[in-house]
């Protein structure tokens, strides 16, 4: 059920904004990269919702890079290719390793308030996955609300740069196979034409596919259907990455627990409070996130339990209070004092590993057309996300995206006409669906049957799904941003299943019970999706 465009319009007749890079997200990613094209050009950076409203603001745990004497590139680059399990990017893995120093030392010298020892020196902890202590953080568990603070303060102050909050961005404009920008829609101004020399996507992820989720309201796959309708190549979409510690309160909002607690010394108990991690992994505690995540579903059913439980009692109070004052409040309103209470805990939908491909400079299939963060796949992350490695990815590869098209930009003299794009769409008389409903049944499917453990009759249960809902609403014309969101997340979320289905293997994030093992021979390759071929294509690691 493929439309290109989610609603028709008149290109010439739209009201248009001209701009030499247009920057779609606030994210960390986002903010980095209007921060460095607008050293060369006006930048125009539409946001969804607020401009700090984004999965970087509520990352807790922190940011990695090699700081301490004894640690090195080589570890973290080997950490890295380790956790990607065979679906690594050598090359992009060295380029973001190699550049995080410069990228943290940046960030210091803008204002970041990272936390230190009392010598002075930069404070760091170890999580899962790594060798050696390397996470930098601040005001113990805000690292992400600090760094996007320290980039919005910049932001603000930069006059090359507009920002244009509670802004929906539809669609991404092509013209002769490139993009030429997008189409924007606000409450009060209705639709409009952002026309751009340069199109940067940092639209974020894609948790809100899934009932539980640590992700915010915002992160509705809405950059992935975009490119993908765009034309851009799609790579390694099953790949999505559980958290294993949110707080599990029924009725309650899944919160995140950082990673770092376990870095801590903190453990994971089942109801009877036994210490079952070393029962599956040598590295306890501080194994990969999917592994964690599947060896708690597996105690979850041998005790016949909603969840386990992390104990973080090896820590005082005021030491818990200290290091993870966020938590520590998020627990209290709870009634759980974690320094005397195990805390409930439950995995839950984190990160999307699989995105938009990319090289090194975030330049995307599509002429003109760049993808940075989340949205992206620049191959450092593989079949799973080394914990803290998202943040200076995004902070890498939105210097080298916002570089490299800025300088471009530069280059070019030609001036921006709005194209004589014109959209028609036949809209379907099928009945209505109720579309909160839709929605809320989609989430549940997708945790149910598209989660943490995959089977071949689960998946293609949800695709059958999936796609009866699709012909009921893909080819609907909605007018506020509660259909477009569905449509994107209906389209994505077919991505997902069909890929997850076609990789009869288990590796990284995605388990197949089925398929219990992995396959280097026949499955040590990823699965690209681009909306021109019409079938999946496997290519070479």
Known sequence: MFRRYLVPFKAHRLPHVLTDALVIGGGVAGLRAASEAALYGDVLLVTKADLRESNTFYAQGGIASVTAADDSFESHIADTLNVACGLGNREAIETVVRDAPARIQELVEWGANFDREIDGHLAIGREGGHSSARIIHALGDATGRELANSLVRRIRATPAVEVLEHAFVLDLITVGGGCAGALVWQKDRGMFLALARKTLLASGGAGVLYRETTNPAVATADGHAMAFRAGALMRDMEMMQFHPTTIYIAGATRALVTEAVRGEGATLIDKNGYRFMPDYHPMAELAPRDVVSRAMLAQMAKTHYTHVFLDARNMTEAAFKARFPGIYDMCMSFAINPA??????????????????????????????????????????????????????????????????????????????????????????????????????????????????????????????????????????????????????????????????????????????????????????????????????????
């Open 340 to 541: 005397t209470s195990p805390i409930p805990v439950h995995p839950s939908a984190h990160y999307m590993v699989g995105g938009v491909v990319t090289d090194l400079f975030g330049r995307s299939s599509v002429e003109n057309l760049y993808a940075v963060g989340e949205v992206s796949n620049t191959g450092l992350h593989g079949a799973n996300r080394l914990a803290s490695n998202s943040l200076i990815e995004a902070l890498v590869f939105g210097k080298r995206a916002g570089e490299h098209a800025g300088r471009l930009i530069a280059e070019e003299s030609e001036d921006l006409i709005a194209p004589r794009l014109v959209v028609d769409i036949d809209s379907s008389e099928r009945t209505e669906l109720d579309m909160a409903d839709v929605r809320s049944s989609l989430r549940s499917l997708m945790w149910r049957n598209v989660g943490i453990e995959r089977h071949a009759a689960h998946l293609e249960e949800a695709r059958e799904i999936i796609d009866f809902w699709s012909r009921y609403v893909l080819d609907k014309i909605f007018d506020s941003p509660a259909g477009w969101e569905l449509q994107n997340m209906l389209e994505v979320a077919a991505i997902v299943t069909r890929a997850a289905a076609l990789r009869t293997e288990s590796r990284g994030v995605h388990h197949r019970t089925d398929f219990p093992t992995t396959d280097d021979a026949l499955w040590k390759v990823h699965i690209d999706w681009q909306t021109q071929r019409p079938a999946p294509m496997l290519s070479a690691v």
